[in-house]
């Protein structure tokens, strides 16, 4: 039977973080992974490639909407004739997954190794979690459903806000186990065994192809000069919900995170397989007039929608 272990958490909180430090410590164990990305391109599974382990791309959606629910269940069913002993999934930062426990029952008739579902690890962003946690009832719904729940970045927050967020999660969530961490920094063994499914029941999830946000991919040219890329980034980043990708400025690759105003840009020792960032629209299609102004306004030359 395979241990099935959902990772949840919105855009930025350190899911892929926290994947990686799970396949470390289970490196001797078969595991398989599915990752979910929103936008068309997966950024995630590139940041996650590692020899030897099976995983899977869902991108272009939630795993848990219409819109490509039928690729997360075929792709469920394959992995099951591979008898691992951990499937990790790394939700969509836009995940509702109310409806977890219903496609897992849904594909049971039909797996090759039963799955066994461990629950829902959730992060949260410690810096950004208070102001976000109205914004979308998906992000209310991760925390819900969650059997664990690991607050990240608490070297960037005060007692008061740990506080105010341990209150507000419990309100959320009266049975899951609260962690403070940073950078997902946390015993593995611990984590997972304190876990739990939702005693919540399944019902369907609030991801549907009407109500998805809007995505876009920029091209960065290697003539980008970093204070033009800063720029551009800077203008956009109050109306978007994500940021991220990989640039090349000159000679030298970066990784791209950003949520909301909260950037990063970081040296990146590997190749990259083209010089992009996926943003996620705040504000739908208005996002386009923004890019325009925002490439005129910082790098007319060397960014292009």
């Not at 991108?59 to 039928?70: Q, R, V």
């Not at 939700?91 to 799955?115: E, F």
């Not at 299609?285 to 960014?303: C, E, F, R």
């Amino acid at each position: 039977m395979t241990q099935l272990i959902l990772l949840t958490g919105f855009l930025g909180t350190g899911k892929t973080t926290l994947m990686e430090r799970l396949l470390h410590y289970y490196k001797d164990s078969p595991v398989g992974v599915i990752v979910n990305e929103f936008g068309e391109i997966n950024i995630d599974a590139r940041l996650l490639e590692k020899d030897g382990i099976i995983m899977r791309e869902l991108s272009n959606g939630s795993i848990f909407c219409a819109c490509i629910k039928e690729n997360f269940i075929k792709a469920l069913i394959d992995m099951s004739s591979q008898n691992f002993e951990y499937l990790f999934i790394e939700a969509s930062g836009l995940a509702d997954p109310g409806n977890m426990q219903q496609i897992l029952k849904t594909i049971d008739p039909y797996t090759v190794h039963p799955y066994h579902y461990s629950g829902s690890i959730c992060i949260l962003d410690g810096e950004a979690f208070l102001e976000l946690k109205d914004l979308l009832p998906a992000v209310g719904h991760q925390l819900t459903h969650a059997g664990v729940v690991l607050v990240n970045k608490e070297d960037l927050i005060s007692s008061a806000i740990k506080a105010e967020i341990q209150a507000e999660v419990r309100k959320a969530n009266i049975n899951a186990p609260i962690y403070f961490t940073s950078y997902c920094d946390i015993d593995i063994n611990t984590l997972v065994m304190n876990l739990q499914p939702s005693k919540l029941a399944s019902r369907d999830s609030t991801n549907t192809p009407e109500n998805r946000p809007q995505t876009f991919i920029i091209k960065v040219l290697p003539s980008v000069t970093m204070q033009e890329l800063q720029g551009f980034l800077n203008f956009i980043a109050p109306i978007t919900y994500r940021m991220k990708g990989f640039v090349t400025v000159g000679d030298t690759n970066y990784s791209v995170s950003g949520v909301r105003s909260h950037l990063m840009i970081m040296p990146w020792t590997r190749d990259i397989p083209s010089s992009e960032i996926v943003l996620i629209s705040a504000v739908g299609i208005g996002l386009t007039g923004a890019i325009a102004n925002a490439i005129k306004m910082n790098a007319p030359k060397s960014i292009k929608l």
